[in-house]
């Protein structure tokens, strides 16, 4: 993975859930809220679980871990302070991304998983391009859901991130 790769997959992580957040705030808390039979069961779980998940990643590339011993845990019951968190962790993930060196994606990345414990070993580059993809996976999730309460999130195309040069 390039280095401008991860400095552009960062900030299309912000422009996505910069959408993805404006579009939930058009709903009531119990919509948000609502069990959609999605696989973190609503919006908010989805939303909290992108904001777990990127905090455990994030943890691990700055050597830190995030303390999470579940990754349906509901980090913030209250969407505008769940918005907040969001805001502060997407910071911290494009401060990552601009910092990031050939060195340290050329390295291994040590961690233990949330769901199995044991020691692993991966290379950075490989974990990083999960990081983002993970992302991409769950706001696909959410675009479904936000769908079903008439929400259009509008283009999500990464060649469509603004200032990207693409379409």
């Given at each position: 993975?390039?280095?401008?790769?991860?400095r552009?997959?960062?900030?299309?992580n912000?422009?996505?859930?910069?959408?993805?957040?404006?579009?939930?705030?058009?709903?009531?808390?119990?919509?948000r809220?609502?069990?959609?039979?999605?696989y973190?069961?609503?919006i908010?779980?989805?939303?909290?679980?992108?904001?777990?998940?990127?905090?455990?990643?994030?943890?691990?590339?700055?050597?830190?871990?995030?303390?999470?011993?579940?990754?349906?845990?509901?980090?913030?019951?209250?969407f505008?302070?769940?918005?907040?968190?969001?805001?502060?962790?997407?910071?911290?993930?494009?401060?990552?991304?601009?910092?990031?060196?050939?060195?340290?994606?050329?390295?291994?990345?040590?961690?233990?998983?949330?769901?199995?414990?044991?020691?692993?070993?991966?290379?950075?580059w490989?974990?990083?391009?999960?990081?983002?993809?993970?992302?991409?996976?769950?706001?696909?999730q959410?675009?479904t859901?936000?769908?079903?309460?008439?929400l259009?999130?509008?283009?999500?195309?990464?060649?469509?991130?603004?200032?990207?040069?693409?379409?």
């Amino acid at each position: 993975m390039p280095i401008n790769q991860a400095r552009t997959l960062a900030r299309y992580n912000r422009w996505m859930n910069d959408k993805f957040y404006a579009l939930s705030s058009q709903l009531t808390d119990a919509q948000r809220k609502q069990d959609c039979r999605a696989y973190f069961k609503s919006i908010h779980g989805t939303l909290n679980h992108l904001l777990l998940g990127d905090r455990i990643w994030l943890g691990r590339f700055e050597g830190q871990p995030y303390p999470a011993s579940r990754l349906d845990a509901e980090l913030f019951a209250d969407f505008e302070e769940l918005r907040v968190a969001r805001l502060h962790t997407d910071d911290r993930i494009q401060a990552w991304a601009n910092a990031v060196t050939d060195e340290i994606l050329n390295a291994e990345l040590h961690y233990r998983s949330v769901v199995n414990p044991a020691p692993r070993s991966i290379p950075m580059w490989l974990a990083v391009s999960h990081f983002f993809n993970h992302q991409t996976h769950h706001r696909g999730q959410l675009s479904t859901l936000l769908s079903q309460f008439g929400l259009d999130c509008g283009v999500t195309d990464l060649l469509w991130l603004p200032d990207a040069g693409g379409a």
